[in-house]
């Protein structure tokens, strides 16, 4: 296999994952609301962060898993040190901390929780994908737009 064929795969797979991604956000209920109404500024930055955010959870889940897993053994490990002990217990009672974790539910919708295979997307984005699909059907237009041009 020679690289331009190899660059056109992944560019390819790329574009499969966006359309996902967009596929998930029109058919899942209030997945991708309306921006805040207003020109700009910190409200409409917050939302454009968010929504980011939850794009790349979404779009990258095999990733994301990885990460996420690799901030929380980081976390556990620090908690281990006595600084780190002394900073859990102060934010255990932080509203701080509950705010946070609603932030967290919102954007990744969960779907980083539960098992998975190592480098491979976690179980509950799989199924959100598949109640998405089941949900609301795939119509010709959907899957117009994961065909090559001139494939049947």
Aim: glycine share 8%; hydrophobic share 45%; no cysteine.
């Amino acid at each position: 296999m020679n690289p331009e064929v190899l660059i056109s795969m992944l560019a390819e797979l790329d574009r499969i994952r966006e359309l996902t991604v967009d596929l998930v956000e029109r058919s899942a209920p209030r997945l991708l609301p309306a921006p805040p109404d207003g020109d700009g500024g910190a409200e409409r930055t917050t939302f454009d962060l968010l929504l980011g955010a939850r794009r790349a959870v979404l779009g990258n889940p095999a990733a994301a898993r990885t990460l996420h897993d690799l901030l929380v053994a980081e976390g556990h490990r620090y908690a281990e040190t006595p600084a780190g002990a002394q900073l859990r217990d102060a934010l255990i009672a932080s509203d701080a901390v509950e705010n946070l974790r609603r932030v967290w539910e919102t954007v990744s919708l969960n779907v980083l929780d539960g098992p998975s295979p190592p480098n491979a997307a976690p179980n509950a984005w799989a199924e959100l994908l598949a109640d998405a699909v089941i949900g609301h059907g795939l119509d010709d237009s959907v899957l117009a737009r994961l065909r090559p041009e001139g494939f049947a």
